[in-house]
């Protein structure tokens, strides 16, 4: 069997982390478009908040193409084993990893659950730039659903590129399942 390449796309608390989780639990490696953000944002001296990962986001995709978070991580994906690859937020970095002749077979899986739910989940995890209102919250997703830059976050666009969607409104056993049924079609 060759190896199989799963990215992560959704928006902000949709359960992303639970699903790789999962996956590691079935060995996946895990891997993270924003690995390389959070490292540019060290050398730089910056703190990392959701707006400067953003920042650092774009301006890495106007030097180096919208794909260029994916084609710097396709390296690491050669080897013998399955992978995930999260933070994936726009299509460009789908084409590239789709078309990457490093890489096994490349899936896509959208995740996504209510907003009001996603808000609750992201106030109780506590994580570093999250927002820290609803307004705030609102805000922060319609920079990152649609933007006609190509450059830039395009969410929405990258979403309905999926090969697999998961809703995960409901229990952790149902997310857990969800994810079990994709991996038995594989």
């Known amino acids: 069997m060759s190896t199989i390449v799963l990215g992560l796309t959704g928006k902000n608390a949709s359960g992303k982390g639970t699903v790789a989780e999962v996956l590691k639990e079935h060995g996946f490696v895990y891997h993270s478009l924003s690995d390389s953000l959070r490292d540019e944002l060290n050398f730089l001296g910056k703190k990392e908040t959701r707006e400067n990962l953003i920042e650092i986001g774009n301006k890495l995709r106007n030097t180096g193409g919208p794909g260029v978070l994916a084609d710097?991580?396709?390296?690491?994906?050669?080897?013998?084993?399955?992978?995930?690859?999260?933070?994936?937020?726009?299509?460009?970095?789908?084409?590239?990893?789709?078309?990457?002749?490093?890489?096994?077979?490349?899936?896509?899986?959208?995740?996504?659950?209510?907003?009001?739910?996603?808000?609750?989940?992201?106030?109780?995890?506590?994580?570093?730039?999250?927002?820290?209102t609803w307004e705030n919250f609102l805000e922060q997703e319609q920079k990152e659903d649609n933007n006609n830059d190509p450059n830039k976050q395009q969410l929405s666009k990258t979403m309905k590129l999926a090969d697999f969607k998961i809703d995960n409104s409901g229990t952790l056993e149902n997310l857990k399942n969800q994810v079990n049924k994709i991996i038995s079609e594989l």
């Open 72 to 132: 710097k991580l396709t390296s690491k994906l050669s080897s013998d084993c399955n992978h995930i690859v999260d933070s994936i937020r726009n299509p460009f970095e789908v084409e590239s990893l789709r078309e990457s002749s490093r890489i096994g077979k490349f899936f896509l899986i959208s995740v996504d659950a209510d907003a009001k739910l996603r808000y609750e989940r992201l106030s109780l995890r506590g994580r570093i730039g999250d927002s820290d």
